[in-house]
């Protein structure tokens, strides 16, 4: 079923309003069990969201879901630093997986792949706008906030309502988190894995440091 108003409404959930409120105990990040780079670089659903060269020595993904207060903490606090040292110095690779934890999540990354669906550097820019104005929408009744940052993302309350009830898109963010819960054994938000060794937990910029600067060509 496709995500409607009244839906969104309905569908927020205990989960969405607790992350609002910082219900969710900080996980400490910890290095845990390593997959496969070849599995965990397998097409997904979806076309992967990735910013960085495609040569570059070091290969992070992210889980994430918007509704999700340590994702939004990372993208404000840790991500920034990241973009600047590693991606933007063609040193690492980033990719942003949905792992939506409610309906409204869902709602919200579907908003992202739509206005990305030509230029992904739109799906970012609305994956980041939605995190620093997390607290905005996600309330009780979040169409009106919603709806109001994706119409300065340059979406009609038209588009806005289609591309909520778009079924294949929502199949394939759906498809995406499942994968990760069976292959990846994900199980909260955010996950990193960082050339395959997964991490639990937001991490601080000193924490992916430690990671990645010793697997830098040269490092």
Known sequence: MSINRRELCQGVGAVALAAAFGAYAPLPAAAEDTVSTAELMKPEALPDMAIGSDKATVTIIEYASMTCPHCAHFQETTFPEVKKRYIDTGKVRYIFREFPLDTLASAAFLLARC?????????????????????????SKPVPPLLAIAKQAGFTEQSFDACLANQKLLDGVQNVRQR????????????????????????????????????????
Do not use: C, H
């Open 115 to 139: 206005s990305g669906d030509k230029d992904p550097t739109k799906y970012f820019a609305m994956i980041d706008t939605l995190f620093r104005k997390q607290q905005q929408w996600v309330v």
């Open 180 to 219: 990760a819960v069976d292959v990846f054994k994900v199980q909260s938000t955010p996950t990193f894995f960082i050339n395959g060794t997964k991490y639990s937990g937001a991490m601080t910029i000193e924490e992916m440091a430690k990671v990645i600067d010793p697997q830098l060509k040269g490092g």
